[in-house]
């Protein structure tokens, strides 16, 4: 068999395990086998193997830094706190739960990310849903995962996904601003309205008044400014260039130490509930990827794309982006913003075809369950939390939710 056939079977059988679970068995399993397989077969060398994994290092220590900051927050009660505060001030009604739910994911995702959204938001919605005896708390939980993706291009930290894009030539903050900030606000509010749509039938559900608000322990506002912390040094981070990973990595252990220390307990109790298996999932999906870039994917894309960007720029934006919005679902949009970013830097194109591209990258995941590493997240902290959700649901709602969103938002940029 020709090397090149075998890494796309490989690739996209894994992609179907992923989406599929087969045995119920994590994620990560899966990627990793087939990273293993590519480097047994010799489909890619392990020198190869190193170098993809090692291009994934500011997101492993991006998202452990914010994995201590979610577990630390959560065992010092920070978000049942929250979650008793919020389903107080919706005072009964259903439809002002989700709008708060809503505003505070948009609010997470623009200042700490889109994996935060997932890692940190998660837990807090599940603990109000509990707190409010919410019988279908589902509906509100979706809103962690769609708002994620969507509010994601709104600061370039709120993806990790584009940095990888734009790699060193990140665009000032007052450009990016005026590059993104009205196919942010299209794409917040269809995704908003779209979702509410589809969830509104089991927004008719009563919601408890008599909540009671738990007092917040020392270490529970201590883990409160570290979260908020993260939010600042992400910012100054991105106003600098540097890379997000380490910052948020130290903000993480020094608030976990403090909290520790204040609260006398053994970081043990940490360690033990962060779900690890994360990290070598993304490190297998950027090894699949650095052998797919051996297929000679990049230069095909770049010579379509250089073509197309000559004809008619418009037509290839929407294109770009629609096509590496559904192209993301199959690999995952941070492998896939890897490849988008080596095409864009090594193909000279327009500058709406580079915004097209970005926001395909970040919104199009909102498709399915494979789309983002937001989702995945989310989706491991739906577990923890005794709830879960099959691809194919996901799927309809995706479709409703995302291919709107993603069209109106790529129109927006000819305005």
């Known amino acids: ?62 998202l452990t830094g914010m994995m201590l900051l979610a577990e630390t927050a959560r065992e010092e009660k920070l978000f049942e706190w929250l979650a008793a505060l919020a389903t107080k001030h919706a005072n009964g009604s259903a439809k002002r739960l989700f709008i708060m739910i809503y505003v505070v994911g948009i609010i997470v995702t623009v200042f700490l990310s889109n994996d935060a959204t997932a890692v940190v938001l998660t837990p807090a919605v599940a603990a109000s849903m509990k707190a409010a005896n919410v019988k279908q708390p589902l509906p509100y939980l979706f809103i962690c995962a769609f708002i994620a993706n969507a509010a ?9 996904a ?12 007052l450009v990016w601003l005026e590059h993104f900030i009205l196919p942010s606000v299209v794409s917040i ?20 008044t008599n909540i ?15 979260i908020c912390a993260a939010a600042i040094g992400l910012l100054l981070a991105s106003a600098f260039h540097m890379q997000l990973g380490l910052p948020t990595l130290v903000i993480g252990v020094v608030t ?9 307990e053994s970081p043990l109790n940490v360690i033990k509930d962060i779900s690890w298996s994360v990290l070598p999932l993304v490190a297998g999906l950027f090894v699949i990827v650095e052998a797919l870039i051996k297929t000679g994917l990049i230069e095909h894309i770049s010579n379509v794309l250089a073509q197309y960007a000559a004809t008619s720029p418009n037509l290839a934006a929407v294109t770009s982006g629609a096509g590496i919005g559904i192209a993301s679902n199959f690999t995952n949009n941070l492998p896939a913003g890897l490849i988008a970013g080596s095409v864009l830097q090594t193909t000279p194109v327009p500058v709406i075809i580079r915004n097209a591209v970005l ?10 369950v494979t789309g983002s590493l937001a989702t995945i997240l989310w989706l491991v902290a739906l577990r923890r939390e005794g ?25 927006s940029l000819w305005i």
């Open 162 to 173: 584009n940095l990888v894009i734009y790699g060193r030539h990140l665009p000032p903050l």
């Open 256 to 264: 976990s130490l403090v909290v520790l220390l204040i609260a006398r």
């Open 1 to 62: 068999m020709n090397p090149n056939t075998a890494i796309w079977i490989i690739a996209i059988i894994t992609t179907a395990f992923v989406i599929i679970r087969p045995f119920k068995l994590n994620e990560a399993i899966w990627v990793v086998c087939a990273a293993f397989i590519l480097l047994i077969t010799q489909l890619i060398s392990p020198a190869e193997a190193f170098t993809g994994i090692a291009k994934g290092t500011d997101v492993y220590l991006f």
């Open 152 to 160: 994601s291009f709104v600061l370039p930290i709120s993806n990790p």
């Open 189 to 208: 509010g269809i995704t908003y309205l779209m979702l509410y749509k589809s969830q509104r039938k089991f927004l008719k559900q009563p919601i408890a």
């Open 212 to 226: 009671e608000i738990p007092h917040l322990t020392r270490g529970g506002k201590a883990a409160a400014r570290g």
């Open 359 to 368: 926001i395909g990258i970040d919104l199009g995941p909102n498709l399915s």
């Open 387 to 411: 709830h879960e959700v099959n691809a194919w649901r996901f799927l309809k709602i995706g479709a409703m939710v995302m291919i709107p969103a993603l069209l109106l938002a790529l129109a």
